[in-house]
């Protein structure tokens, strides 16, 4: 077995450039540790240096001392996970073949999950809120979470996958990176000393994929055409472009006058609809949650193979991502909802969506169309990726409606070992442009943080 990376945070210089004592340090990870927690639970703009310092017996004076801004707070949080990740690539780069390189970091990882859960090892933040960081500290992270990204892509280079294009392999990395990401916010529902085998199942549907290539022959009829906005309901105009400000900025780092400004209309306009802030965040949910609700129900009702018709539901529902009509808000968006019962209804709504989930690879399973999986790890991994399916356009050059099911699609069901779906596909060839969309016309204030957001991505493409 291989030695156990180092994953203690690697030192830092003070404010003044000295040598840190190691009081110093101590309370700086004692203060990294409440924040990233705070982070997790509320959110990065939900939680003030306030309420961060007093968890662990400071006053916002005190925490300034070590952290002028929430902004370098947020940022050496996002830094030193950024750093972890990257400490268990490095190591996991040395074992030979992607399948061994792949187990050997999800090893280390499901021990990380069990320290930090024992407090053996300080609290990680989720990278769900990067989008949120503004300013100098955002380029830092940005660039820091490219070379992490480089580095969890390069874990998926063997002779196994040497058929695969720089485009397949962003793809195929920004799944590999999220599911990981993603199994941290699932792991409370789980024993600590079971983390392990539940990363090794996560593992197996990763590299391998779902389905066994057996098909009982019959034809499916699916009719996935997603549901249109309900007369009289929040107009779907102020939904999709709310959810892709929110999955863009954190929904925190988004206002009223934005959302208005991108549909041309007054801020009466939407209180004419809502009367809070949080009222549309709520509705956001509800709308997205109807999307898959009303995708699973017509998978479980369609004729042909579980493997089949997960396939139409996944292809539907990633291409929905793609589409005008899209995206879905996603699912870390739940720490910005503030109220007990509201935030209990949408996990509560996320729970019932993944036991559906969990229904359809049973069947699947019961058909032989589908492999023996763990149903709750496998249910949970391809809700995450359809919810990750988000982000591609920042990884992946070209994905679109015509490129979306070899691109990812076909990883996320067949695993990233699995040959090259482009060529049959075209999807190497394609050059269209996504649809036009009217939050592209972006203000002048939000713009300089989403080019170098862009910059970044796009680095990491090469």
């Not at 073949?97 to 187990?103: K, L």
């Not at 990204?149 to 058929?163: I, S």
């Not at 691109?407 to 996320?412: I, Q, S």
């Amino acid at each position: 077995m291989a030695a156990r990376p180092d994953l203690r945070p690697r030192p830092v210089a003070s404010r003044a450039g000295e040598a840190p004592t190691a009081r110093h340090l101590e309370k700086r990870e004692l203060l990294l540790d409440a924040a990233a927690r705070c982070f997790n639970e509320r959110g990065v703009r939900g939680a003030g240096l306030a309420d961060i310092g007093a968890s662990v017996g400071l006053g916002t004076t005190s925490v300034t001392y070590y952290f002028r801004r929430k902004e370098d707070l947020t940022a050496a949080c996002m830094l030193r996970a950024i750093d972890a990740f990257s400490q268990l690539a490095e190591e996991a780069a040395s074992a030979s073949g992607v399948e061994a390189r792949i187990a050997r970091f999800a090893g280390n990882f499901g021990r990380l999950l069990t320290d930090i859960e024992s407090g053996a090892h300080p609290q990680l933040i989720s990278f769900n809120d990067v989008r949120a960081l503004t300013g100098p500290a955002a380029d830092t992270v940005f660039a820091a979470y490219t070379q992490m990204f480089r580095r969890m892509r390069e874990l998926l280079r063997g002779p196994a996958t040497a058929g695969l294009s720089t485009t397949e392999f962003n793809a195929r990395a920004h799944l590999t990176l999220s599911a990981f990401n993603a199994f941290r916010s699932w792991a409370n529902r789980y024993e600590p000393d079971d983390y392990p085998s539940r990363v090794e199942h996560l593992v197996d549907v990763l590299l391998h994929g779902v389905g066994t290539g057996r098909s009982n022959g019959r034809a499916v009829d699916l009719d996935m055409g997603l549901p249109e906005q309900p007369a009289g309901d929040t107009p779907s105009e102020f939904l999709r472009v709310a959810a892709h400000l929110i999955n863009e900025q954190g929904f925190r780092g988004v206002s009223i006058e934005q959302i208005a400004a991108r549909l041309n209309l007054t801020k009466g306009s939407f209180y004419h609809h809502l009367d809070t802030k949080h009222d549309l965040i709520v509705a956001c949910f509800k709308h997205s949650f109807e999307v898959l609700r009303y995708a699973l129900r017509q998978a479980a009702s369609a004729q042909g193979s579980g493997a089949e018709r997960l396939q139409a539901m996944a292809s539907a529902l990633m291409r929905h991502q793609m589409s005008e009509a899209g995206p879905l808000l996603r699912w870390s968006a739940v720490s910005a909802v503030t109220d007990p019962v509201e935030r209990d209804a949408v996990a509560r709504a996320i729970r019932r969506l993944q036991e559906r989930m969990g229904g359809l690879l049973i069947e699947g399973m019961q058909d032989g169309s589908i492999r023996v999986l763990d149903q709750s790890v496998t249910a949970q991994y391809l809700l995450q990726a359809i919810n990750a399916a988000v982000e591609l356009p920042r990884w992946v050059r070209h994905v679109d409606l015509s490129t979306v099911d070899a691109l990812y699609v076909h990883p996320v069901l067949q695993g990233v070992l699995s040959p090259s779906a482009a060529s049959e596909l075209g999807a190497d060839s394609v050059r269209a442009r996504r649809p036009a969309d009217p939050v592209e016309r972006l203000d002048r204030s939000d713009r300089v943080p989403r080019r170098m957001a862009a910059r970044n991505a796009a680095d990491a493409r090469t």
